[in-house]
């Protein structure tokens, strides 16, 4: 009979020696621990990096164990993916055996793999961002080709804009003119003008005062009419 028990024990005793500074016990009771695993540097120090979660199952290793990424670096959610994919693959192919270790080296493979991809995405990435400035800047020197329905709307809408602004130029000299009139050109140009001041003593009617004071003196006035000079309608008096 299979002690899973203590096959389960002399394996993390040997993942523990093997990877003394990235394993970490997380539980006793189901087994569960924690192993980064981190690719090889690549150009320009381009790394990839997958923690990886295992807990043991009670019949490990005739079942496989759980796993599951703990947390990730420069990956994608296609490339963790992957990885689960590979994991899978690899467990079912190892079951009856302790496979921790065999796990853990085909995922480090597979993160070597991932690092030379990451680079070729980002040079992938960076050409197309050329692309489409070079494609820009394209634009922006050729400009939009005239065809007769885009010429003839150009046409249109600035034709258009011309009218307002004649109108509007119109209009303000107009206005501009209005205030340097005469009295006399206001008048000739406003007829209304000439009815106003009657309109005005015919609505005030009999509200109209007159300051009597004003001609209580009239009759003391020394007034000469022999002055040949003098002109009674100067006066405003009418004459016997």
């Not at 329905?149 to 206005?175: G, H, M, S, T």
């Amino acid at each position: 009979m299979t002690d899973y028990a203590e096959e389960q024990r002399n394996e993390l005793e040997a993942i523990e020696s093997i990877y003394p500074d990235s394993f970490t016990v997380l539980s006793d009771e189901p087994i569960s621990f924690t192993i980064t695993v981190t690719s090889d540097e690549g150009e320009n120090d381009e790394i990839a990096e997958a923690t990886l979660k295992f807990t043991y199952v009670e019949k490990y290793p005739d079942e496989p164990p759980e796993w599951e990424i703990f947390s990730r670096e420069n990956l994608e959610d296609a490339d963790e993916e992957e990885i689960l994919t590979l994991l899978q693959q690899q467990a079912e192919e190892n079951l009856g055996m302790v496979m921790i270790f065999t796990l853990v080296t085909a995922v480090q493979e597979k993160l070597n793999e991932m690092v030379d991809q990451i680079k070729n995405r980002r040079e992938e990435e960076k050409m197309r961002q050329e692309r489409e400035a070079e494609e820009a800047e394209k634009v922006t020197f050729q400009g939009t080709v005239v065809n007769i329905e885009n010429f003839l709307a150009w046409k249109a809408r600035f034709e258009l804009e011309v009218a307002e602004i004649r109108q509007k130029r119109q209009k303000d000299e107009e206005q501009a003119g209005k205030l340097k009139l005469t009295g006399k050109q206001l008048f000739e140009t406003d007829h209304n003008l000439d009815t106003s001041d009657i309109q005005f003593l015919e609505e005030a009617g009999n509200n109209v005062e007159v300051d009597e004071s004003l001609f209580q003196d009239i009759e003391d006035l020394d007034l000469d009419e022999d002055d040949p000079d003098f002109d009674p309608l100067d006066m405003g008096s009418d004459e016997d």
